[in-house]
């Protein structure tokens, strides 16, 4: 059974860090790339980073860019989201998502992805 567990979220003020896990177990955990999407009250979930199986390449969504850091530990199966600079615009609900097993392509598109966690919430107030 493969598992996608989330922590990490919370309440924060903005201009303050988080930082999210997913612990992960049922799969190759070092053969699949990693995501992290969100989706914010009224809106549609949106991909915010990704890191690829083999060289650890990453991919950021652009209003992300330099405040978040993805980032993976293959020995504990778990991938990570460092957060800085949080604004308001960045309250949602983090989902991490595995997928791409062997590729070293991926892509943002949610539905290519094979498996969710459950989310946990991040809230950042003014």
């Known amino acids: 059974q493969v598992q996608l567990v989330e922590s990490g979220g919370g309440l924060v003020q903005a201009g303050g860090s988080l930082r999210l896990s997913c612990a992960v177990s049922g799969i190759t955990f070092s053969r699949y790339a990693m995501a992290w999407f969100r989706q914010a009250p009224g809106k549609e979930r949106e991909f915010v980073a990704a890191?690829?199986?083999?060289?650890?390449?990453?991919d950021y969504l652009d209003s992300v860019k330099g405040r978040f850091t993805i980032s993976r530990d293959n020995a504990k199966n778990t991938v990570f989201l460092q957060m800085d600079s949080l604004n308001v615009e960045d309250t949602a609900v983090y989902y991490c998502?595995?997928?791409?097993?062997?590729?070293?392509?991926?892509?943002?598109?949610?539905?290519?992805?094979?498996?969710w966690g459950q989310g946990t919430q991040v809230t950042v107030s003014s």
């Open positions: 998502a595995a997928g791409f097993e062997g590729s070293i392509i991926i892509a943002r598109a949610q539905e290519d992805w094979d498996y």
């Open positions: 890191i690829e199986w083999s060289r650890g390449a990453t």
